[in-house]
């Protein structure tokens, strides 16, 4: 089946320009998370969407990130006025989370650069 | 703060050997553990989870172990093949309200023919 997918899959960007990353969660996953990975790096959490209740932005590093999720489904992460040090792969992730089952199944991620 | 590091950032194994990757945990709390192996250029690939109730779970070739008193994890992979060859995650929930996982920095598994 499909499995969690990420557009796009590089992106290359000046610094000072926003971004937008996109995540198609698995149909049916209620929650979905955001992480980054520095290169050579473990994953660090930056976000997470649960059904309709207030998403955790505890792990989002500044005031220019932000990310939505429309429907319950889609969710986009954005980047305002990019920093070089925002370099890193954005990893997508989405689980079911009904009846304990709360494993993270993740995307192919979107490696960013910012020249 | 919470942290989840492994012992070992690389090793090095004969094809048909078998492998371990260990890795320790520092919350008490959480209550589950997961290994994600992600080959380059890819994203982490779910190999096998454990819950805090049991101490060992098994699947296809690998084998995953729970020390809960000196909170330590391990992943077992039986006759490794040169596919096996990628970095290796273990993660743990936070026990926290959310799910989110507490990576650790991964262990390069270089599998040698």
């Known amino acids: 089946g499909a499995g969690v997918s990420q557009s796009p899959s590089n992106k290359v960007t000046e610094k000072g320009k926003d971004v937008e990353l996109r995540c198609d969660p698995i149909?049916?996953?209620?929650?979905l998370y955001w992480y980054r990975q520095s290169l050579g790096q473990g994953l660090e959490f930056l976000i997470y969407?649960?059904?309709?209740?207030?998403?955790?932005k505890s792990g989002l590093p500044s005031d220019r990130f932000s990310a939505e999720r429309t429907g319950g489904s889609v969710s986009t992460l954005t980047i305002q006025r990019t920093q070089q040090e925002d370099s890193a792969v954005y990893l997508c992730a989405s689980s079911l989370e009904s009846s304990g089952k709360i494993t993270q199944y993740f995307g192919p991620g979107t490696r960013l650069t910012v020249l | 703060g919470e942290s989840v590091g492994l012992h070992l950032p690389t090793l090095s194994v004969q094809e048909g050997d078998n492998s371990i990757i260990n890795c320790a945990y520092s919350n008490s709390a959480s209550d589950y553990f997961i290994w994600y192996k992600q080959e380059s250029g890819k994203g982490p690939q779910f190999i096998i989870d454990i819950r805090s109730n049991m101490d060992k779970r098994q699947g296809q070739r690998v084998t995953v172990l729970l020390n809960k008193t000196v909170k330590h994890l391990s992943l077992q992979i039986a006759a490794t093949q040169p596919g096996d060859s990628a970095v290796y995650f273990c993660?743990?929930?936070?026990?926290?309200?959310?799910?989110?996982?507490?990576f650790g920095t991964g262990t390069l598994l270089a599998v040698q023919p």
């Open positions: 969407f649960q059904g309709n209740s207030a998403p955790d």
């Open positions: 149909s049916g996953h209620t929650a």
């Open positions: 993660a743990e929930t936070n026990g926290g309200a959310t799910n989110k996982l507490i």
